[in-house]
């Protein structure tokens, strides 16, 4: 039996991307996300891979919504040999004085409770098998604060710190667990955190060589077919451009 691999917000960007790594690596996946017809297309491209999905509309901020999920999951599914902990997103950037309540709100929700949800459904089993691999998408959000960044960075200070606790309480069990820190990506995120505004999410990404998702899923595909006894603990993946979070190098 193939193994299986479940992606959170698996519609767009990273998640999308690791989809087609992980279906041509030969899992079974179980993809999620809160648009159906997004997902939808994605699925429909791994069948026509030749790969097996079962999929869900689920918003991972609905914790009875995710319980109720994985607890009903076909008995064929239901052994999950890695999760891929990436649904999240940023919403706004401004001063910590100015903020907006619903965006802080919409983070911490997603970026934290939601990621707590879904590995808290889904680890009672990979720690019951003494095997698996949780993969958290933190940020390089989540190793420096920048400017007007604030409570996005903080939620992903709350990933690399999850990502830590849950290693140190996972290992004994066999179960691997590793962070992966992506610098600017040009996904739908800077769409997300603009509200819709897609000039200004392009200006993010012009003048220099950002990273595209592929580059995130290559890593991610590298981590998980690593020898059982080899844990990656932490990738921080920066394009060559950006020194540092609030450090781009444009031409
Ligand atoms: P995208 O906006 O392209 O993808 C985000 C994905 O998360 C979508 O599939 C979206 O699906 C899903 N999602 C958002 N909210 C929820 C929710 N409540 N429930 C379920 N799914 C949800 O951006 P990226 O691919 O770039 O983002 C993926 C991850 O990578 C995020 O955690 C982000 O913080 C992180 N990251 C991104 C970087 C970048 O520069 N792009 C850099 C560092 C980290 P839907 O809307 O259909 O629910
Ligand atoms: C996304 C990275 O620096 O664009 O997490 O906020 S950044």
């Known amino acids: ?38 997902l939808t297309q994605v699925v429909n491209n791994i069948k026509a891979d030749g790969g097996e999905v079962f999929s869900a509309e689920l918003d991972v901020r609905n914790q009875t919504a995710v319980a109720d999920f994985f607890a009903q999951l076909p008995v064929e599914w239901q052994e999950i040999s890695v999760l891929v902990n990436n649904a999240g997103l940023a919403q706004g950037l401004s001063k910590i004085y100015e903020g907006d309540i619903a965006h802080w709100d919409a983070m911490i929700d997603t970026n934290v409770k939601g990621l707590l949800y879904v590995t808290r459904a889904v680890t009672p089993g990979m720690v019951a098998r003494k095997s698996g691999h949780v993969i958290n998408i933190g940020s390089i959000a989540g190793k420096e604060v920048y400017d007007n960044g604030n409570v996005y960075c903080a939620s992903k200070f709350a990933v690399d710190a999850l990502n830590k606790a849950m290693r140190m ?83």
């Open 1 to 38: 039996m193939k193994p299986i691999a479940c992606i959170t917000g698996a519609s767009s960007g990273i998640g999308e991307a690791t989809a087609y790594e992980l279906n041509k690596m030969g899992y079974r996946l179980i993809l999620l996300a809160r648009r159906a017809d997004r």
């Open 169 to 251: 309480e996972m290992a004994v069990h066999g179960v691997r667990v590793t962070g992966i820190h992506p610098g600017a990506a040009e996904t739908e995120f800077s769409v997300v955190r603009f509200q819709g505004d897609e000039e200004r999410a392009k200006k993010v990404y012009e003048g220099f060589e950002n990273l595209v998702a592929a580059d995130i899923a290559d890593a991610i595909g590298w981590v998980v077919s690593r020898k059982p006894h080899v844990n990656i603990n932490d990738l921080v993946i920066m394009p060559q451009a950006q020194a540092v979070a609030g450090v781009i190098i444009r031409k």
